[in-house]
Structure formats: structure tokens, C-alpha cells
């Protein structure tokens, strides 16, 4: 069973105040999905990496995938309350349809 | 551009009732479809998914059938509702693997289903 492990599952902060957030998993993947969802809502999707050790910016967002393509972290910088969600790592495999997802983490950014 | 539309927004229906609710895309050809279910503030489990007229794969036993009647069409049902179907539905749609960027998922707004 592929398992895609995010930490932490929830994340309380200041704002202005930098976070990380971590996937990991024993499996090696083809690309990754970072998304954010709001309550309520839909998933929507932030960034894919497809290349190990590829480094991607979305203003304030800093996402990476790991060398070995089995990670990837997501950095917030200067964190503000918009930023406040559910985010949701999702991780592919060659010759499937289907995304693994993570459990989420959860964050709140406190004004 | 693609869109994708999902209905009813909410949904309260007592146990031992059917269910029907529906997906749409549009702006896009032969599209994957998915069907995924999520508890309050959890993660995504995946029910079903298609990547073809008349093709469904189920990812979970439980009450719950998928159809996809059309090429952008996807319907999620139950003959009879439980308890435990309560929950937020939402419905997806990739890329076909040969076509644009792979793996890819965009996701419609969600049913908020309360089985009472």
C-alpha cells in the first residue's frame, strides 16, 4: 500500500510567521500535486513537480521535491491569514490513474 | 477553459433512501472522473474513477455505484442510504495520460451529504 504521510496534521501560527510542510513516503513518484482547500470547497491545485530536487515558487509558497522523488516539502513565507486551509499533497505513479493523497495539514493563521 | 459542476450543493436524506448526485465537465474531451469522499477536515478516499464511457473502477466496497452515462457525465448513487455515507462528495476530472500534463487533478465545488 502506497502511503503518502504529511506533518504536521495541524499547524497554528502568528501571522507573518514562516511554516513548513512535510510529505513523505517510501514510494518513488512521477510528479506531485500540492492543493489547498478551503472549507466547503474543492481542493484547488497549487503546484506539480515532476523533476527530483525541482524547486517550484508560487509568491510566498516555496515547494520541492525531493532528489529521491519520494518527498517534497511546501515553505510559506510571511505567512497571512488568506493562507489559512486544508493543504493536500498528492502523489502519481507511472501507468495509474489515480492520485495517493495525504491526510493534510492543516493550517490556521491567526491575524 | 475547463469547468466542472457538481450537484445538488447539499443534500439531507434519510437513511434507507436513494442517492443521485451528479458531475459534470466541460471544455474538455474524454476526461478521467473521479469520485472521492472526505470527512470533516481529512484527507480524500477515492471511490470510483473512469476513464471511459461505460467504464468504472471501484477503489472502496460499500452501497455506493458509480455510471457514466456520457463522456463528461459522472454519476455517483446508492439504492439505500446509511448513516455512514454521510459526508462531502466531490468530483474530479484529469487529462487523459496521452494528452497534456499528466496526473493532474481539478476538482468541482462538492455535495455536503447529511444522511439523517
Known amino acids: 500500500t502506497q502511503l503518502l504521510e504529511q506533518s504536521p496534521q495541524f499547524l497554528s501560527i502568528q501571522e507573518g510567521e514562516n511554516l513548513t510542510v512535510y510529505c513523505n513516503s517510501s514510494?518513488?513518484?512521477?510528479?506531485l500535486q500540492w492543493y489547498r482547500q478551503e472549507p466547503g470547497e474543492g481542493p484547488v491545485l497549487l503546484v506539480t513537480?515532476?523533476?527530483?530536487?525541482e524547486v517550484k515558487k508560487l509568491k510566498r509558497l516555496t515547494f520541492q521535491f525531493g532528489d529521491a522523488r519520494k518527498d517534497s516539502s511546501l515553505h510559506i513565507t510571511a505567512a497571512q491569514p488568506g493562507d489559512t486551509g486544508l493543504y493536500l499533497c498528492a502523489g502519481a505513479m507511472d501507468s495509474s490513474y489515480k492520485l495517493i493523497f495525504g491526510s493534510g495539514t492543516r493550517l490556521l493563521v491567526r491575524p | 477553459s475547463q469547468t466542472i459542476h457538481q450537484w445538488p450543493a447539499t443534500l439531507v436524506q434519510p437513511v434507507g433512501s436513494p442517492l443521485s448526485l451528479e458531475c459534470t465537465v466541460e471544455g474538455t474531451s474524454n476526461p478521467n472522473l473521479y469520485w472521492y469522499r472526505q470527512a470533516a477536515g481529512r484527507g480524500l478516499q477515492l471511490l470510483f474513477y473512469s476513464v471511459g464511457i461505460g467504464q468504472i473502477s471501484s477503489e472502496v466496497p460499500q452501497n455506493l455505484s458509480a455510471s457514466r452515462p456520457q463522456d463528461r457525465q459522472f454519476i455517483l448513487s446508492s439504492k439505500k442510504l446509511l448513516l455512514s455515507d454521510s459526508g462531502f462528495y466531490l468530483c474530479?476530472?484529469?487529462?487523459?495520460?496521452?494528452?497534456?500534463?499528466?496526473?493532474?487533478?481539478?476538482f468541482g465545488p462538492g455535495t455536503r451529504l447529511t444522511v439523517t
Open positions: 513537480v515532476v523533476t527530483g530536487g
Open positions: 474530479a476530472w484529469s487529462k487523459a495520460l496521452a494528452g497534456g500534463f499528466p496526473y493532474e487533478q481539478y
Open positions: 514510494s518513488v513518484f512521477s510528479s
